[in-house]
């Protein structure tokens, strides 16, 4: 792997380890987050440095598992397609921790999908994968409250959170503009099935119950990667969704 590959990967892990810290510090407050939060003015190098070389090194990894290509200097592409991986694992990392979705988050990963498809000249594509991704995203947003509400009439034990949320359904909307359509189709049902695996051990051994919510963010965009990259699953998609 070529040192300008390291070099940007390093760089994406020490954005994405600040932003990690500071997005949920800018949006939220203490009451608000289930979590404490550290204050942006108290990052230290002790905190970042070791979710710097992690970021660092799951960004080598998925560059080194999409064939991102790294030569002697990065072309337009490969940049953008290093700032979704970042975007990718800044989303997922906060959502993991803090169970929020941010707009700022979300603008930057339409900007850079829409960036990538003005290159690619497929943004009609996008535009259709994104208004499916949406459609499809406030459809499951819909059967999470549905969800909700049949929880209440039988059994009166809610989730602390949406099961599928509004953010989740506007994050449906920016990866479906990565995915075009009919991929997007195919990264919610992969991010479905993925979660869906996730949640049978943790009920089995009773680490979650069916009060329990899980962050989708990680599900969707591993999906969505896979429809991106994949052409044989691009051409099951087709045949399925198409």
Sequence with gaps: ?????????????????????????????????????????????????????????????????????????LSPGALL???????????????????????????????????????????????????AGLLAGFILFAGGRLYLRIMRWRRRVLPDQDPFGGADALLAGACGIYTGWP??????????MCAGAAVVPLLLTRKLTLASTLPFAPFLLAGTLLAMRSRDVSMLATRLFG
């Design 1 to 73: 792997m070529s040192g300008i590959c390291l070099l940007a990967a390093t760089a994406v892990g020490v954005v994405v380890a600040v932003l990690s810290d500071f997005l949920p510090a800018l949006y939220l407050s203490e009451s608000q987050s289930q979590n404490k939060l550290l204050p942006a003015s108290n990052l230290s190098l002790k905190r970042c440095l070791p979710r710097t070389l992690l970021f660092t090194a799951l960004t080598l990894m998925l560059a080194a598992a999409l064939n991102l290509q790294c030569g002697a200097s």
């Design 183 to 192: 991929g997007i189709a195919l990264a919610l049902l992969v991010g479905i």
């Design 81 to 131: 397609e290093v700032a979704q991986l970042g975007l990718f694992l800044l989303t997922a990392t906060i959502d993991i921790e803090h169970r929020r979705i941010f707009p700022v988050s979300l603008g930057a990963m339409a900007i850079v999908a829409f960036a990538m498809a003005a290159q690619e000249q497929t943004l009609a594509v996008a535009w259709t994968g994104g208004i």
